[in-house]
């Protein structure tokens, strides 16, 4: 199984809805930003939250345009498009952790917490850091057709 952490902008606003066994979900979109200058470019990836994760994220007023980090399961997934005929795959995000991304610090030179933030997160923790030592390159491969 592949994890995957990363952080993009809400899509649209979320809707918590109920399966036929009765369990919350929610699905959303978040666009991610990748590469750089000429190379710039906007992937998107599918988010799958079920029951308490799911209710977390409505309760969090996670809504369109919200900067969030999302960490789960991720499967390249094929579907049908909407006129039935039409194949195509996309990226399917598992959720198992998530938190909003919080910039700059107060004047004190604390970070504030959002009171937003995910109620598993320990304030001042919600923005994920680059691993010590560690390069994050912009530019990746391509997924096979």
Known sequence: MSQVFTIGRVTA??????????NHY???SIAESIGYGKNARTQYLQVW????????LV???VKKGSLIWVFGSIELEEFMK???KTSDKRLKITLDNWGYVVFGKSKNG???PNPNAHPNIE??????????????????????E
Do not use: C, H, M, Y
Not at 13 to 20: A, C, G, N, R, Y
């Open 123 to 144: 304030p001042g923790n919600e923005s994920p850091s680059v691993p010590s030592g560690g390069k994050i390159d912009g530019e990746r491969e391509n997924l096979p």
């Open 26 to 28: 929610v699905l959303f």
């Open 49 to 56: 939250a079920n029951g308490d994760d799911a209710k977390a």
């Open 13 to 22: 606003d979320l809707e918590l809805k109920t399966s036929q066994k009765k």
């Open 82 to 84: 909407q006129d039935g």
């Open 110 to 112: 604390k970070v504030e």
């Open 59 to 61: 309760k969090a007023k």
